[in-house]
T-cell receptor, first 112, second 114 residues
Framework: KAGVTQTPRYLIKTRGQQVTLSCSPI?????VSWYQQTPGQGLQFLFE???????NKGNFPGRFSGRQFSNSRSEMNVSTLELGDSALYLC???????????FGPGTRLTVL | AQSVTQLGSHVSVSEGALVLLRCNYS??????LFWYVQYPNQGLQLLLK??????LVKGINGFEAEFKKSETSFHLTKPSAHMSDAAEYFC????????????FGKGTTLSVSS
């Protein structure tokens, strides 16, 4: 079974731009979560989607948003990029919200 | 609120030596506990998880962890380190009832020397 896929793998943007990251979960998984990983703050939870509904949201500003489609694929969007948004963004999927999360390879975002 | 503390941001061992990575958690409800490993430029790979079935949990690549409620610990061990074990290791906790997000520790980088 194919794992979690994330596109693109690398992205370079400039301050003020917006960006959209995509995540395709493992086949049959309906829950998708997003995490931000930085050297300073470590791994932090962004949000979780299940059956196209946001179930949980971390402590991030409103510039960070996401959505989930009927096929369980998910996208996250960051508007008005700041230098501090440079990070590895990880997507994880699970069959149900309480089940084990399996991670994708991540998207490395660099904001210049 | 849940939290995880990983003692030691960097651990160095010799090949063949015992690996011990420490993790203490705080949770007001029965937790799920996890260990993940991250190799450079990759995502997180699940090593093992505790869901209350057994206190000693065996994972992949020869790793195991023991849940000790009295000590609120979930330390990761491997009897004999291999060069390929060099990576960053993360302990994480989640609320088994609510299925909330994973709360991660800061991570421990394991170095293995020959």
């Amino acid at each position: 079974k194919a794992g979690v896929t994330q596109t693109p793998r690398y992205l370079i943007k400039t301050r003020g731009q917006q960006v959209t990251l995509s995540c395709s979960p493992i086949s049959g998984h309906r829950s998708v979560s997003w995490y931000q990983q930085t050297p300073g703050q470590g791994l932090q939870f962004l949000f979780e989607y299940f059956s196209e509904t946001q179930r949980n949201k971390g402590n991030f500003p409103g510039r960070f948003s996401g959505r989930q489609f009927s096929n369980s694929r998910s996208e996250m969007n960051v508007s008005t990029l700041e230098l501090g948004d440079s990070a590895l963004y990880l997507c994880a999927s699970s069959t149900e919200p309480t089940d084990t999360q399996y991670f994708g390879p991540g998207t490395r975002l660099t904001v210049l | 609120a849940q939290s995880v503390t990983q003692l030691g941001s960097h651990v160095s061992v010799s090949e063949g030596a015992l690996v011990l990575l420490r993790c203490n958690y705080s949770s007001s409800v029965p937790p799920y506990l996890f260990w993940y490993v991250q190799y450079p430029n990759q995502g997180l790979q699940l090593l093992l998880k505790y869901t209350s079935a057994a206190t000693l949990v065996k994972g992949i690549n020869g790793f195991e962890a023991e849940f000790k409620k009295s000590e609120t610990s979930f330390h990761l061990t491997k009897p004999s380190a291999h060069m390929s074990d060099a990576a960053e290791y993360f302990c994480a906790v989640s609320d088994r009832q609510a299925g909330t997000a994973l709360i991660f520790g800061k991570g421990t980088t394991l170095s293995v020397s020959s």
